[in-house]
C-alpha cells in the first residue's frame, strides 16, 4: 500500500508540567524535533494560552508537527505528519518523549494519500443534529 504521507498522533503522559507551560523551550523542543528527524523547518508558531498550556506549529517542507499542551495533567497531544520518504515521524516522537520526560507515549501511524481505495477505510461519527 503505497501512501503519499505518514501521520503519526502521539499522546505523552507523565511530562513535566514546567516544560509543558514554557512556551520557548516547547517551540525550541519542537523544532529540534523536526530537525532530529532530517525535517526542514520552514516556520514555527506558538501561543501560550492562561492560566496555562500552549499550542503551536512547526512547518517542515514535509508537512508539519504541531503540539498542544496540558501542563496540569503532565499530558501533551503531538501530530507529526510527514510526506514523502526522507523523514520519519517516529524519529521525531521518541525525541520528544525524551525531552518532555515522558513516562509513556501511545502512539498511532496513519497513512495519508492512500490511491488504491479498496484500502480505504471509512469512519464516520453519527451526525447529530443541529437543531
Same mark, same amino acid.
Given at each position: 500500500?503505497?501512501?503519499?504521507?505518514?501521520?503519526?498522533?502521539?499522546?505523552?503522559? *507523565?511530562?513535566?508540567? #514546567?516544560?509543558?507551560?514554557?512556551?520557548?523551550?516547547?517551540?525550541?523542543?519542537?523544532?529540534?524535533? $523536526?530537525?532530529?528527524?532530517?525535517?526542514?523547518?520552514?516556520?514555527?508558531?506558538?501561543?501560550?494560552?492562561?492560566?496555562? *498550556?500552549?499550542? *503551536?506549529?512547526?512547518?517542515?517542507?514535509?508537512?508539519?508537527?504541531?503540539?498542544?499542551?496540558?501542563?496540569?495533567?503532565?499530558? @501533551? $497531544?503531538? #501530530?507529526?505528519? !510527514? +510526506?514523502?520518504?526522507?523523514?520519519?515521524?517516529?524519529?521525531? +516522537?521518541?525525541?520528544?518523549?525524551?525531552?518532555? !520526560? $515522558?513516562?509513556?507515549?501511545? @502512539?498511532?501511524?496513519?497513512?495519508? *494519500?492512500?490511491?488504491?481505495? #479498496?484500502?480505504?477505510?471509512?469512519?464516520?461519527?453519527?451526525?447529530?443534529?443541529?437543531?
Amino acid at each position: 500500500m503505497r501512501a503519499l504521507g505518514r501521520h503519526v498522533l502521539a499522546e505523552f503522559y *507523565g511530562c513535566s508540567p #514546567d516544560i509543558l507551560n514554557n512556551t520557548r523551550q516547547i517551540e525550541e523542543i519542537m523544532i529540534n524535533a $523536526a530537525l532530529e528527524a532530517g525535517a526542514e523547518v520552514r516556520e514555527a508558531v506558538f501561543h501560550e494560552f492562561s492560566p496555562q *498550556g500552549v499550542s *503551536g506549529v512547526v512547518v517542515i517542507s514535509e508537512s508539519h508537527l504541531a503540539i498542544h499542551t496540558w501542563p496540569e495533567h503532565g499530558y @501533551a $497531544a503531538v #501530530d507529526v505528519f !510527514t +510526506c514523502g520518504n526522507t523523514v520519519d515521524p517516529w524519529v521525531s +516522537c521518541y525525541f520528544l518523549k525524551k525531552q518532555f !520526560t $515522558a513516562e509513556r507515549m501511545a @502512539a498511532k501511524e496513519i497513512k495519508r *494519500g492512500i490511491f488504491e481505495f #479498496d484500502q480505504i477505510k471509512t469512519e464516520y461519527p453519527e451526525q447529530k443534529s443541529a437543531v
